[in-house]
């Protein structure tokens, strides 16, 4: 399954344009993950899925917080991944609701999420990318919700293949993402389009040519 990644370079895009463009990235990057467990055996019994999925995604955004120190200040930066784990919030609820039943899965995300991220702060990202012990981490929780048959092999499926896996997909779209013209928050956003001066009250920029009847040919008499 092929994540989008891409927008036109000579845009300007709003912080929530960005964090719902990942948003939906890292719930497919998840799925695809998923997929992959599934396909090397691994048994993921129906209560335990979202467990597996919540992981995912608090990784990937911890990830999105890594990946855009440099790129965004550090306001835009905090409400890019404030609107992220919101986004992906609304992902989790909706789809745990649909698969398992009513209840309140987005804050139950959420209490997830500010937990990990207390967590994540402890491990460092080396060379543009999660260190061993981030990644350990990660595959510490995705194997506390697993089962008991799959403990001895999760961690180092994780470690190894899936964790670099799903940050190499992660990266591309970011990278890709936030290389537009200009990013500006959607408040920025708002003051551009009220201070946007309709075009039927632009001035022109055409400079006229003083008329002169004179002909530049010589007249014939």
Known sequence: MRVK?????????????????????????????????????FVIEKEQVFDVIKEYLCYLIQCVDRLTFDTLDQQKRQELIIALAKQSADYYHENKGERIGPGDHWQEFIQTYNARSQDYSDYEFKDGEPNYLFMRYFAEKI???MTAADEKWIVQQMCEIQAPKAFKALNKSVKELV???????????????KNKVPRSKRQTTRQDIDYKNESSSDHII
Do not use: M, P
Request: glycine share 2%; hydrophobic share 40%; net charge neutral.
């Open 5 to 41: 990644s891409t927008w036109h370079k000579n845009q300007v895009k709003t912080i929530d344009d960005i964090a719902g463009a990942l948003a939906f990235n890292s719930w497919r990057i998840t799925k695809n993950q998923l997929e992959d467990l599934i396909n090397e055996a």
């Open 143 to 145: 194997q506390q919700a």
């Open 179 to 193: 290389s537009v013209q200009q990013i500006v928050s959607t408040a920025e956003k708002i003051q551009q389009k």
